[in-house]
């Protein structure tokens, strides 16, 4: 539900837009604008501390392996995108390696291919034939050894005669049979043993490929993640060992400050509370953080305790960040006793170099026949819950712009669009 202030504000706002529709000129174009009611609620006065930008990752790449560099691929200051190649070693022995170990696996496909395929219909004729003329040659034997036998009986021939027809009918029979058991094993195709021994003479040699792919990959160094080069430790030409650096790479998509703050202050801060901070290369931009963590240790020279303030980086039009690590930033910490200030959403801020100033829309009176903006200069204090605490001639209550401010001068006739409602909760 809206609140009574909330309800106030967006009904002089209506009565606005309905005066200046009515009264306004047929030729008079005023700028169309959003606003908002300025609050007042108690805060924390901000305390301003110092602190440096850091990455929110950072790391040195180096090799897995020994070789000679035979690509140095950036340059410092690159950018790089996570997986993209650093550098690479020389992988000539490997390379062989790989096309016999590539080789080896064909074989052992196609020979695994064989099997799954069976005999071919020409292999099964063949058998067949040899077959049919064993069986041939082994009735004949033993018509021969028949005839022999009957003429033993009658004492025609040496009975030594019949002991060598008996052995090669012996003989034909045996090979019928080797022969006939060759036709049935070509008919039936390979045993399912030999099916998977095949597989895994396959399997056996992916893995042997796959182990020199791997040492190959371990022989191009890639970027860990998206961000920049900082550092080069190497060229083209040089020996680098393994775990020899070979870039720094730095991540600024979002970026971390490092503020020392008093234990005084340090036992005030609490996760996730808004922050504002300030560059001195940047006057013109804004920028809010939260505090990510509040390291429960002193340092032993100074007994200030470490905040880390996490905030997202801006790039600028030629894709570089706008936040560099090392720079130094000013956080304002809302760490001070709770007073009673009037807060605006940091969209009513304009920032013009080193002025702040907010535009505040004054009514349609009988001299001016629409809404009118005046600027109010302000100078800014602590962030809390998406409102920002401002100091200047100006009070709860007051309407100020929120949308379309960037392009109003002081003394505009504007026109009320929307009426925006501020956030009146009390943060924790």
């Keep these: 539900m809206l609140s009574t202030q909330s309800r106030a504000c967006f009904a002089l706002a209506m009565m606005w837009c309905l005066v200046?529709?009515?009264?306004?000129?047929?030729?008079?174009?005023?700028?169309?604008?959003?606003?908002?009611?300025?609050?007042?609620?108690?805060?924390?006065?901000?305390?301003?501390?110092?602190?440096?930008?850091?990455?929110?990752?950072?790391?040195?790449?180096?090799?897995?392996?020994?070789?000679?560099?035979?690509?140095?691929?950036?340059?410092?200051?690159?950018?790089?995108?996570?997986?993209?190649?650093?550098?690479?070693?020389?992988?000539g022995t490997l390379d062989i390696e790989l096309r016999a170990a590539q080789a080896e696996l064909t074989l052992r496909k196609e020979e695994l291919q064989e099997l799954k395929n069976g005999s071919r219909p020409e292999e099964i004729s063949e058998a067949?034939?040899?077959?049919?003329?064993?069986?041939?040659?082994?009735?004949?034997?033993?018509?021969?050894?028949?005839?022999?036998?009957?003429?033993?009986?009658?004492?025609?021939?040496?009975?030594?005669?019949?002991?060598?027809?008996?052995?090669?009918?012996?003989?034909?029979?045996?090979?019928?049979?080797?022969?006939?058991?060759?036709?049935?094993?070509?008919?039936?195709?390979?045993?399912?043993?030999?099916?998977?021994?095949?597989?895994?003479?396959?399997?056996?040699?992916?893995?042997?490929?796959?182990?020199i792919d791997d040492r190959i990959l371990k022989y191009t160094i890639y970027s860990p993640f998206d961000g920049f080069v900082t550092a080069e430790h190497t060229e083209v030409g040089e020996w680098v060992s393994n775990a020899d650096p070979v870039v720094d790479?730095?991540?600024?998509?979002?970026?971390?400050?490092?503020?020392?703050?008093?234990?005084?202050?340090?036992?005030?801060?609490?996760?996730?509370?808004?922050?504002r901070i300030e560059f001195q290369e940047l006057p013109g931009e804004f920028f809010t953080g939260?505090?990510?963590?509040?390291?429960?240790?002193?340092?032993?020279?100074?007994?200030?305790?470490?905040?880390?303030?996490?905030?997202q980086n801006r790039l600028k039009d030629d894709g570089r960040p706008l936040l560099l690590a090392g720079m130094?930033?000013?956080?304002?910490?809302?760490?001070?006793?709770?007073?009673?200030?009037?807060?605006?959403?940091?969209?009513?801020?304009?920032?013009?170099?080193?002025?702040?100033?907010?535009?505040?829309?004054?009514?349609?009176?009988?001299?001016?026949?629409s809404p009118k903006v005046r600027s109010v200069p302000v100078s800014l204090g602590v962030s809390d819950a998406g409102l920002i605490q401002v100091e200047g001639a100006l009070k709860a209550g007051d309407v100020v712009v929120v949308r379309g401010n960037e392009r109003l001068k002081p003394g505009q006739e504007v026109s009320v669009s929307a009426t925006a409602e501020s956030d009146t909760s009390v943060a924790d």
Aim: aromatic residues 2%; proline residues 5%; positive net charge.
């Design 20 to 91: 200046a529709a009515c009264a306004r000129p047929l030729n008079a174009q005023p700028g169309s604008v959003e606003v908002t009611s300025v609050v007042e609620r108690e805060v924390n006065v901000g305390h301003r501390v110092v602190g440096s930008v850091m990455p929110i990752q950072s790391s040195t790449v180096g090799t897995a392996v020994d070789g000679r560099v035979m690509e140095f691929l950036v340059d410092l200051g690159d950018a790089v995108r996570k997986g993209d190649p650093l550098a690479k070693l020389r992988t």
């Design 290 to 311: 939260r505090i990510d963590q509040v390291v429960p240790i002193a340092d032993s020279r100074t007994r200030t305790f470490p905040v880390i303030i996490r905030l």
């Design 328 to 369: 130094l930033a000013r956080a304002v910490l809302p760490t001070g006793n709770r007073t009673a200030m009037p807060l605006v959403p940091k969209d009513a801020l304009v920032l013009n170099g080193s002025r702040r100033y907010v535009f505040i829309v004054d009514p349609a009176t009988a001299a001016n026949s």
């Design 249 to 275: 790479v730095i991540a600024l998509e979002q970026v971390e400050i490092l503020c020392n703050v008093p234990a005084e202050q340090a036992v005030r801060l609490q996760r996730g509370r808004d922050i």
């Design 128 to 211: 067949r034939a040899r077959m049919l003329a064993a069986q041939a040659i082994r009735q004949n034997a033993l018509s021969n050894l028949t005839r022999l036998e009957q003429l033993v009986k009658r004492q025609a021939i040496n009975p030594t005669e019949l002991d060598d027809a008996r052995a090669r009918s012996e003989s034909t029979s045996q090979s019928l049979l080797a022969l006939q058991a060759a036709l049935s094993r070509i008919e039936s195709g390979p045993r399912a043993e030999q099916i998977a021994q095949a597989e895994a003479r396959v399997a056996l040699q992916e893995a042997q490929k796959d182990l």
